[in-house]
């Protein structure tokens, strides 16, 4: 077959310091992959995700180690028999996405579920730092639907305090990324009722996930850390009441599809989240929205600048993917 795949590294600026939990980055990097057969070429891009063991030399190797299969004319159900889930699979599997639409004329969003996305509402994150400053960055982002906040281990409930008092009506989801003890977890139920927050996401390092088991919490309870694909579902679904479902952790659309329909079937809510990436990475993600319950895909929206054509609206708005951009 007629195929050539290039893969490279791309560094991109954020706008500004982003503080989670585990750390702070000012910039990006990212995974570009193009699969090009004769005129049509499909795109995708991924992240390589240190806490979950990868670098970006070493999602690169991953990919360079079946570049013959891909340029042999590697179709998705055999990439996800070849590789295990993660960021290098996502950027072929949704580069073959791309390909396929490209080289059929039909929309990827035609082959998922015939349902394409109206302008949706998206999360606004806010990050790690002081009290008045979340606040002060909530209070940046004027009226919005949807707020998810960064937290670590200390002045949570003082933070999300100075954050309610800005955004009164605003539905919040408070983002540990594993930083708690149960203890915290416990102790703080009666404040984040008090408080009216919709979500906690990850509130315990993966690990620890048995002690939710008896845990009878007050505030549903999202796994990210914790439930990657489809195979985590059945043990996850007794400790909590979401997923997220990212592309970078399923390794790619393919597996995401599988893993939102067995999340439905045990009757999970479901996030649609995603990494701080481009435009790229958003499109094949924002098929997954249907009837779910929060959408985070605010990725471009922490960079100096996105990929064209861009995904992102007004503040706080997505738009579906123009097929110059993918699918």
């Known amino acids: 077959m007629n195929r050539k795949l290039t893969v490279v590294n791309q560094n991109w600026p954020l706008k500004k310091t982003f503080t989670i939990s585990r750390g702070k980055k000012d910039s990006v990097d990212l995974i570009f992959l193009e699969i090009q057969e004769n005129n049509n070429i499909g ?43 993660g960021a290098a699979r996502n950027a072929i599997d949704c580069a073959l996405w791309d390909l396929e639409s490209k080289k059929s004329g039909v929309p990827a969003w035609k082959c998922v579920n015939n349902f394409q996305s109206v302008p949706l509402q998206i999360a606004l994150t806010v990050s790690m730092a002081s009290p008045l400053e979340m606040a002060d960055e909530a209070k940046s982002y004027g009226p ?25 009506k605003t539905k919040i989801i408070v983002d540990a990324n594993e930083a708690w003890s149960i203890e915290q977890l416990k102790s703080w139920q009666s404040e984040l009722v008090e408080l009216k927050i919709s979500l906690v996401e990850q509130p315990l390092p993966a690990e620890l996930d048995h002690l939710l088991t008896s845990f009878d919490h007050l505030v549903p309870i999202c796994a990210d850390e914790s439930c990657h694909t489809k195979e985590d579902i059945l043990r996850i679904s007794d400790m909590y009441d979401f997923i997220n479902i990212k592309l970078d952790k399923t390794g790619g659309l393919t597996e995401a599809l599988k893993t939102k329909q067995e999340a439905e079937k045990y009757d999970l809510g479901i996030m ?56």
């Open 272 to 327: 649609i989240g995603c990494m701080v990436s481009t435009s790229l990475s958003m499109a094949p993600a924002i098929l997954l929205t249907k009837d779910v319950d929060f959408i985070d895909l605010d990725g471009p929206t922490f960079l100096h600048e996105d990929r064209q054509p861009s995904i992102l609206g007004e503040l706080g708005i997505i738009y579906p993917a123009l097929p110059e951009l993918w699918g």
């Open 144 to 168: 919005c639907d949807l707020l998810k906040i960064k937290v670590g281990s200390e002045k949570v409930i003082e933070s999300l305090q100075e954050i309610r008092k800005v955004a009164p």
């Open 43 to 85: 795109r995708g891009e991924s992240v390589p995700y240190l806490r979950y063991g990868e670098s970006v030399e070493g999602v690169i190797d991953e990919i360079e180690s079946i570049r013959l299969e891909i340029e042999d004319g590697l179709n998705r159900e055999e990439l996800n028999l070849l590789q295990k889930p």
